[in-house]
């Protein structure tokens, strides 16, 4: 068949993780990427990396240079006329997939080098051994990227300052609190709960034991998973460290994308390619305050069910998912709203191990499972791929629909977000309206790294619908909270705000 020369193709992807022992042997970010990139030109066929027309970083946390293109382009030793970096979020990388596809699509881009990479160990490690780093010339906290990077996406505030104030921010907060909704959404005891998610984990582990770019390789048992242990400190209630995304890695994925017009004039194989079918951008109401229900996810089921449709297929017919998988909630969250069992589906729903155990580096995960994607969908030619990129709270959503046959009716992008802005959103009650009675609808109990409950976070029902958010810090309360199930609870707020139970 005929393939439009302007149909973009996924023509080679490269992965490179580093686990240095000696501060001597550590390398930065770009250096990082840099291994990255040229692992992805191997991957393509080509002797070298070749020019591109732009280079787009994937914003990352470990250093901030002016122009972090242009330092890996002189690294690399190559040169692209469009410097870019995205704004933060796991998110990012499908989005900037999605956002390229269409710019080569229209015939405003022939090729472009997607990078991200993370040093977030080596710095830990630094900062702990009093280590001056040297990395070259750093962004400071209150600069600007230089005027010649342009920044991809828009960024979404997601945390009001009533949460804030609260000290509700933190994903580690957050996701822990999905958990028991989803939990009491399905009449379950909490026990029997855990034993389901840690035996979902399980299936993880397994998945990142087989993949050569895992950070963590070891199987680790659903028992494992769920019980504390000094190495597996409860965090929050109901999740153990090894529930909990892990950032703490050096790692770095590339992806080179162009169209079929350039990956022809390269000499790339056929047997290379890989062709994004379709790709969706969405996000939740922005706030968690605002969300209607925790154990729900509206604009996750709107954007899978587009992107699914643009790529005239459904779920059903999908044989390769990578859902993102920051925190269990996460996943089933995601499962669910697309049509999957998180539980019992014969389909693996991670194909890198997921960010607990292949490594979640910061805004840059889903490079690597893009990249995984594109070595399984080779060897599995027939297949379609699904992956779907989370950032926030379960709030900014990218979805990518992948296979090694063009799209019949053309790479297509788009977004249900007019739809998903209509959905029912609740009231947040602040001050003395939210004084009085009221019913806990989710929680979690934050844990000191000495083991012991610290914090009680809890979203709590009004008799008038509307939300209010409690904390508590008493030691009683807290042990109390941190075990059985308080989902429906009678409870009293104050008006400092503090959870007391009737």
Same mark, same amino acid.
Do not use: C, Q, R
């Given at each position: 068949m005929t393939i439009d020369p302007s149909t973009p193709v996924v023509i080679g992807a490269g992965q490179y993780l580093l686990h240095a022992e000696d501060v001597a042997d550590v390398l930065d970010p770009i250096s990082l990427m840099a291994h990255a990139t040229r692992a992805a030109a191997t991957d393509a066929g080509l002797a070298a990396m070749v020019d591109v027309d732009s280079i787009r970083v994937v914003d990352f946390l470990s250093w901030r240079y002016h122009d972090p293109a242009a330092t890996l382009s002189h690294a690399l030793g190559i040169t692209a006329g469009h410097h870019a970096v995205t704004t933060m979020g796991g998110n990012s990388p499908q989005s900037l997939m999605n956002t390229t596809c269409a710019q080569i699509n229209a015939g405003q881009l022939n090729s472009a080098l997607l990078v991200g990479g993370e040093a977030a160990r080596t710095r830990r490690r630094a900062r702990r051994d009093q280590i001056q780093l040297d990395w070259g010339e750093r962004l400071g906290a209150d600069q600007a990227p230089a005027d010649t990077v342009e920044v991809l996406g828009s960024e979404l505030q997601m945390n009001l300052e009533a949460e804030t104030e609260r000290g509700i921010y933190l994903p580690i907060q957050v996701y822990p609190m999905f958990e028991p909704a989803v939990r009491a959404a399905d009449g379950l005891d909490p026990d029997d709960h855990l034993r389901r998610i840690s035996e979902m984990w399980e299936r993880f582990a397994l998945v990142a034991a087989a993949n050569p770019y895992a950070w963590r390789r070891e199987p680790l048992t659903a028992a494992q998973i769920r019980t504390p242990s000094p190495d597996n400190r409860m965090v929050g209630t109901p999740y153990t460290k090894a529930m909990n995304s892990n950032n703490d890695v050096d790692m770095a994925a590339a992806v080179l994308v162009c169209s079929v017009a350039e990956a022809e004039r390269l000499g790339i194989a056929p047997d290379r390619w890989v062709f994004p079918q379709s790709g969706t951008d969405c996000h939740e109401h922005p706030f968690i305050s605002h969300r209607w229900d925790f154990a729900e996810t509206p604009a996750i089921a709107a954007g899978g069910a587009l992107a699914l449709e643009l790529a005239d297929t459904d779920i059903d017919s999908v044989g390769l998912i990578d859902l993102y998988s920051c925190f269990p909630s996460a996943v089933q969250l995601g499962a669910r709203s697309l049509g999957l069992d998180p539980y019992g589906d014969s389909r693996p729903l991670t194909l890198t191990g997921g960010l607990c155990f292949a490594g979640g580096p910061w805004n840059n995960y889903v490079m690597h499972a893009i990249a995984t994607m594109v070595a399984e969908l080779r060897e599995r +030619?027939?297949?379609? %791929?699904?992956?779907?990129?989370?950032?926030?709270? %379960? &709030?900014?959503?990218?979805? #990518?629909?992948?296979r090694t046959e063009? +799209?019949? %009716? #053309?790479?297509r992008t788009g977004s249900p977000q007019p739809d998903i802005d209509r959905l029912a959103s609740r009231e947040l009650a602040l001050g003395a309206e939210a004084v009085g009675s009221a019913t806990i609808e989710a929680y979690t109990v934050m844990h000191g790294r000495d083991g012991d409950p610290s914090q009680a976070i809890a979203a709590c029902l009004l008799p008038d619908g509307r939300r209010a958010w409690a904390t508590s810090e008493d030691p009683g309360l807290c &042990? %109390?909270?941190?075990?059985?199930e308080w989902v429906g609870t009678a409870a009293h707020l104050d008006a400092a705000g503090t959870i007391l139970l009737d």
């Open positions: +030619p027939d297949e379609t %791929a699904l992956i779907w990129a989370n950032g926030g709270y %379960a &709030t900014k959503h990218a979805f #990518g629909v992948y063009p +799209p019949a %009716a #053309g790479y &042990t %109390a909270m941190a075990v059985g």
